[in-house]
């Protein structure tokens, strides 16, 4: 066995000697790309991908999913804090069947299912109760859990005893609910949620008034029915105001960056906005009286009359002091002829009256400041940037602070006061920080892009060589035309030539035109004499 495998050996290292250098690098190259092939199937197919099993766990049933999974020697994953459990996603469906059937995740509620299966005959009232409440409470925090913004809850009813007598009091006892809400981070309830959210607590479980049900979050703040939020009002009107504050800033920040970047290139400039708005709501009432032509001042003539007066007549005077009534002293007056004449015009206006009801919007801006960065085309040189071009950039920031601001009285803002609320500084942004950009494929692009680079280089190797063998196929013919000797010429040399001298040139002939044949020959030679 050992000599057939030396055998083996030889000849196959012979065979590999005889090869051609160009035969030698087809091989070599395939073994390579073979290899290549069965490296990135096998890398392929020991990947494991892992799907999500369960979402949106608490502890507790992490910890029953995590047990149950390490007996049965599954892999699994966690993320999202925890929360997530995820396995190979071929076995997700089968896992979820198994674990169902062994009752995990056990979520410590009672839903009408199980209610419906331990209701026995055998089953006490106390019992029966306990499932009810526990069964109601279940259902009440499914149906909360379906509301915008709310990912779970959980609900603690307390129901009043049951009185076995018979009573005329209209006033029974009533139940009574605590909920507790786990609210998506950043999100707040409405005021239309919240009493949604109390009317369905209310329906949901006998006699429970609506005075009687708490609910709060799970950051401890309190939602009253009237006021329909946190019961931390001053803190609840505080956020209101900042986040109002915060997007009037943001929204003139991004309008000004994107200006400013399309002037002076992409991560040039940096843009800071302060911004002071009044959340004041007032209410004003007037009432206006104002003439109908504004330019004579004057009203509607609804009416107009017109007097005339006139008296001629002959008058008498007695004598001086003689009369009972007369004033001893006074002179009297002389006959004469005696004329009145009286002429009155009188016009009814009308005018405009005017009864205005004003209420004035809150969030004006009354104060606004805009800080710009720019860094120079030349980063090493601040005199880069023109002083023209920094006017500019001047001139658009005033003119929006002069369009945001809200004037009072109609006033217009002085043009200094406006320029002192601008400031354009120029010099190199220091600490830019550019984030990565993550791509969720790994290093799968990597194994793809190698893997087509290799078999193109494959292709190309391989056009290469048979362009050559083909190349060298054409010469060989020509050669081999060429040293075929005529007719008249090799009847000469047959002639001429003895068998010896035509061994010894046809030997000298294949050894200069075929030298690999030729070397064959001679080991064939040298194997026959020993």
């Known amino acids: 066995m ?39 199937v096998l890398l392929l197919t020991n990947v494991k991908h892992y799907a999500p099993l369960y ?6 049933e992490a910890g029953q999913i995590t047990d149950a999974l390490k007996s049965q020697k599954v892999p699994y994953k966690l993320s999202n804090g925890g929360t997530t459990i995820s396995v190979p996603s071929s076995q997700v ?16 509620q009672i839903d009408y299912s199980f209610f419906g299966q331990n209701a026995g005959f055998g089953m006490t009232d106390r019992q029966f109760e306990v499932l009810q409440r526990a069964a109601m409470q279940t259902e009440l925090a499914n149906l909360i859990s379906n509301s915008k913004g709310v990912k779970s809850a959980k609900v603690m009813i307390t129901l009043p005893p049951e009185d076995v007598w018979v009573s005329n009091q209209k006033n029974q006892s009533q139940a009574s609910a605590s909920v507790v809400l786990n609210v998506d981070p950043g999100y707040q309830l409405s005021n239309a949620q919240v009493r949604g959210l109390y009317h369905l607590i ?58 400013l970047t399309t002037m002076m290139g992409q991560g040039k400039v940096l843009v800071n906005v302060t911004a002071n708005v009044d959340m004041t709501r007032t209410k004003e009432k007037q009432d206006l009286v104002l003439p109908v032509n504004q330019q004579t001042m004057e009203g509607l003539q609804t009416s107009t009359e017109h007097i005339a007066e006139t008296y001629t ?3 008498a005077a007695g004598q001086a002091g003689t009369g009972t009534n007369d004033v001893p002293t006074y002179q009297a007056g002389t006959n004469g002829n005696g004329n009145y004449q009286k002429v009155e015009d009188r016009v009814n206006y009308e005018f405009n009256r005017i009864h205005k009801d004003i209420t004035h919007s809150p969030y004006k801006v009354t104060d606004l400041g805009i800080q710009v960065l720019i860094e120079p ?18 001139s658009i920031l ?46 799968w692009p990597y194994v793809i892009g190698g893997a087509v680079l290799a078999a193109a280089a494959g292709v190309i190797t391989w056009i290469i060589l048979r362009r050559r063998r083909k190349t060298e196929e054409v010469n060989a013919a020509a050669t081999a035309d060429e040293s075929v000797p005529q007719e008249d010429e090799l009847a000469a ?38």
């Open 93 to 108: 469906n089968q896992l979820k069947v198994s674990l169902a059937a062994q009752g995990i995740p056990k979520t410590g």
């Open 55 to 60: 979402s949106n766990l608490s502890t507790n």
């Open 398 to 443: 005033n003119s929006v602070v002069e369009t945001s601001i809200s004037d009072n009285q109609g006033q217009e803002i002085p043009a200094a006061q406006i320029n002192q609320k601008t400031y354009v500084s120029v010099g190199r942004l220091n600490g830019q920080v550019t984030p990565p950009v993550q791509s969720g494929w790994g290093i």
């Open 202 to 259: 209310s329906k949901s479980v006998p006699n429970l008034p609506e005075h009687n049900i708490v609910i709060m979050d799970q950051y401890y703040n309190y939602y009253d029915l009237n006021s329909g939020g946190s019961g931390d009002s001053t803190m609840s009107a505080y956020q209101t105001q900042e986040q109002i504050t915060r997007n009037v800033e943001d929204n003139i920040q991004r309008r000004v960056t994107q200006m």
């Open 377 to 394: 085309p030349n980063v090493n040189n601040v005199n880069s940037l023109s002083q023209q071009r920094i006017n500019d950039v001047k």
């Open 313 to 315: 007549g002959t008058g």
């Open 2 to 40: 050992k000599e057939k495998i030396q055998g083996w050996y030889r000849r196959i290292r012979s065979y590999w000697a005889e090869l051609p250098k160009k035969k030698k690098i087809w091989f070599t190259s395939g073994a390579a790309g073979l290899l290549i092939v069965l490296i990135l």
């Open 493 to 530: 040399a047959l002639n001429k030539e003895t068998p010896e001298q035509r061994k010894y040139n046809d030997l000298e002939r294949l050894a200069r035109q075929k030298p690999d044949d030729f070397v064959k020959l001679l080991r064939g030679w040298m194997s026959d004499d020993r």
